[in-house]
């Protein structure tokens, strides 16, 4: 009885597997959706009466499984490398004639090439051993991943079992991406659940792929392109990049149909032409190319340098630009009461987002550009730095209306000054403005200040708009039953979000510090701030002067920081908030002398993948840096994560030394040796 069960349950999932295989990975599906369904219901009803019988890559595990309290870590045996980046034509050349003058006598006049698209997506690795799925991870900073098996499993694309004659244990490597219409139709799914929405597909993938609870990544669009090895024992693999592919490819792994291999730098650029060409055709994000060499004895021969091998590089479409109108122009009041002036526009698709608005900064740039309302306009989006405009191509009318700075404040009709020398304009309204009191207290709730989850944009705009909260101290006593008088706020979610609030009372010094929102006070200065004083009662009895002695704060920053923490107002939301029980631990002084990065600053842009900013930050300053939250001369490293904005340009204007994450992991793990002598 067991044993046909078991023979069957085989057979199933065999059909099944093969089923999908032409469903997902060869886009021709053989068998009826119907029939399909039916040998799903047998294993099902097979699996339930054979419990023991249940493995994990069986095809009824794609989506189940339980939620995860966490990831568990995994340590990459052969270490998941970066790419070089090239920008223009001239990289390239410099990148084949590297590579020719190592190779030196070997080389034929024309080396080839395997060239394919640069998705926009993460990287993830997966392992197999005897053809069935064991485990898969991130690539996080290219040692140490995150185990992403549960998730990487519900992925259609990706098989349970291999077919053909893969060795014994084979690691294989490519990218977990989210193509674009699956990503807007995910998008309008979240805004219509009220949920937060992901800016960009590459985000979602993301964020996607390290969801703890697998059943919702599972119901993502996900899709995955394999191109690299890691780990292989019991067998060999091709001697080219090419012939590696298609082994990929005969084990049932889907390979991008866009590479080809090509011959000589002519085969590269024109390489790249013709899938530039193609981008905006493409189902899926790509941000370039990347180029590997095909011989893998040559491969070897070439190693590589700071993570990223000399025979591989990624070559960079610019940003991307494309033209649309300016609907509207309105000004927008932050949580310190500044008005930033946003550019309305008809949606235009860019850099793989669709851009409705922009921010136009601040008043001054709106007149350098001139921008009116109803303007043609070029937007710009680079990789994933916000959208901007770049230049206004044609003006509506020559007499149009330029742009003037309102007088008073579009929410609360305070009135606006602009101090001399800023570029700012404020409201003067403080805590009566709407605008600024919901700023302030989204800002409290953020993921990085106090972190409260589920406080979303939409509740805080009604407790606001309801006045069930005036300020950040009024949060604490807030009850379930107010909160389920909220729109789409059953009794769950409140009990959930008062649980929620109550959690963040336990938070530390430099977070509280940032949450409070005080003018030019940063998760930088906020650390820093917390690190001099220690305590938080030496900081409210500071004098600007006194400030002015924390590591790196200036004149301007001091100033604000003594007026905000002198301010009655302020004094009392601080002490309502510890009466209410918001606490946490005095911070101690680093001991900077003798270690390693003593004098040394470090300013950190974007989002690293391994770990939050905060541990980047808190790994820093244990090793004797400083981080600083702008970059300057004095910055010895910049360290860059996806979505960098401004600080990266500015580092490279400065000629500011810039790590990438890998490197910058690289540069901790050797420091923290050091540091234990
Ligand atoms: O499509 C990609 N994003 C892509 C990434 C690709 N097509 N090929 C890649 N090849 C490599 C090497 C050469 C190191 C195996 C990569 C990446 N690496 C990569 N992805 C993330 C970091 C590095």
Redesign the pocket.
């Known amino acids: 009885m067991k044993r046909d069960a078991e023979r069957r349950i085989a057979e199933l999932r065999q059909q099944i597997g093969q089923a999908d295989y032409q469903y997902y990975v060869l886009d021709s599906p053989e068998l009826p959706d119907g029939d399909y369904d039916k040998l799903m219901v047998e294993l099902r009803a097979l699996e339930a009466e054979f419990p023991d019988l249940v493995t994990p890559d069986s095809p009824t595990q794609r989506v189940s499984g339980e939620a995860l309290g966490a990831f568990g870590v995994v340590t990459h045996k052969v270490p ?4 070089d980046n090239a920008f223009t034509d001239e990289d390239v050349i410099a990148f084949d004639r590297r590579i020719h003058e190592r190779l030196a006598s070997n080389a034929p006049a024309n080396l080839e090439y395997v060239a ?4 926009d ?1 993460l ?1 993830v690795t997966v392992i197999y051993r005897d053809g069935k799925l064991e485990r898969a991870a991130t ?1 996080g900073d290219g040692v140490k991943g995150e185990d992403v098996t549960a998730n990487v499993r519900t992925i259609h694309k990706v098989p349970h079992k291999l077919k053909g004659n893969p060795p014994s244990v084979v690691e294989v ?1 490519g ?1 977990v991406f989210m193509p674009i219409k699956g990503f807007a139709r995910m998008n309008r799914l979240l805004r219509e659940q009220g949920e937060k929405v992901y800016v960009n597909p590459r985000n979602s993938a993301a964020g996607s792929l390290r969801q703890l609870d697998p059943r919702i990544t599972a119901k993502r669009p996900l899709d995955m392109f394999f ?2 090895t890691g780990i292989v024992e019991g067998g060999t693999l091709p001697d080219t990049q090419w012939g590696l592919l298609k082994a990929l490819k005969s084990w049932g792994l889907p390979v991008s149909p866009e590479a080809t291999l090509v011959e000589g730098v002519q085969g590269l650029l024109g390489y790249f032409q013709n899938i530039g060409k193609k981008r905006s055709s493409l189902t899926y994000q790509i941000d370039g190319v ?1 180029y ?1 060499l095909n011989s893998r004895p040559d491969q070897e021969r070439l190693g590589f340098v700071s993570r990223a ?1 000399r025979w ?1 590089t990624a070559h960079k479409y610019p940003a991307e630009e494309a033209t649309t109108t300016v609907s509207k122009i309105e000004f927008q009041v932050g949580r310190t009461g500044a008005l930033t002036p946003v550019a309305r526009l008809e949606p235009v698709f860019v850099g793989g987002v669709t851009v409705t608005n922009v921010t136009l900064h601040n008043i001054d740039e709106v007149r350098r550009k001139d921008v009116r309302v109803g303007d043609t306009v070029v937007v710009r989006r680079a990789g994933d730095v916000i959208p901007e405009v770049v230049r206004v191509v044609k003006h509506v009318s020559d007499d149009a209306p330029q742009i003037e700075l309102p007088e008073k404040c579009p929410v609360c009709g305070s009135e606006v000054v602009r101090a001399e020398g800023e570029a700012a304009a404020r409201c003067t309204g403080g805590f009566t403005c709407r605008a600024q009191r919901q700023e302030s207290i989204r800002h409290f709730a953020a993921r990085r200040a106090m972190d409260i989850e589920g406080l979303g944009d939409k509740i805080v705009e009604q407790l606001v708009e309801q006045e069930l909260v005036k300020s950040p101290a009024d949060l604490y006593g807030l009850t379930a039953e107010q909160l389920t008088e909220l729109e789409r706020m059953g009794e769950k979610s409140a009990e959930k979000l008062v649980e929620a609030i109550a959690k963040s009372k336990d938070t530390t010094l430099p977070r509280f510090l940032f949450a409070l929102g005080i003018p030019d006070v940063g998760e930088a200065t906020a650390l820093a701030l917390a690190q001099h004083f220690g305590k938080l009662e030496k900081l409210l009895d500071a004098s600007a002067d006194e400030i002015q002695q924390v590591q790196d704060v200036g004149p301007v920053v001091a100033a604000e920081v003594a007026s905000f923490v002198g301010s009655t107002e302020h004094r009392k939301v601080i002490a309502r908030l510890r009466e209410a029980g918001v606490h946490w631990a005095d911070v101690e002084k680093p001991s900077v002398e003798g270690q390693p990065f003593a004098g040394m600053t470090f300013v950190i842009t974007g989002t690293l993948d391994s770990m939050s900013r905060e541990e980047a930050q808190e790994a820093l300053v244990a090793l004797g840096a400083k981080v600083s939250g702008s970059v300057s001369k004095k910055t010895r490293y910049v360290v860059v994560g996806a979505d960098a904005g401004s600080k990266l340009k500015k580092a490279t204007e400065l000629g500011v030394e810039t790590l990438d994450e890998a490197q910058f992991a690289a540069l901790l793990a050797e420091a923290r040796k050091k540091g234990r002598g």
Do not use: C, I, N
């Open positions: 998941m490398l970066s790419l394919e698209p640069k998705l997506g990287a690539r490597r990218e191109y690299a990347v590997k091998p591989a």
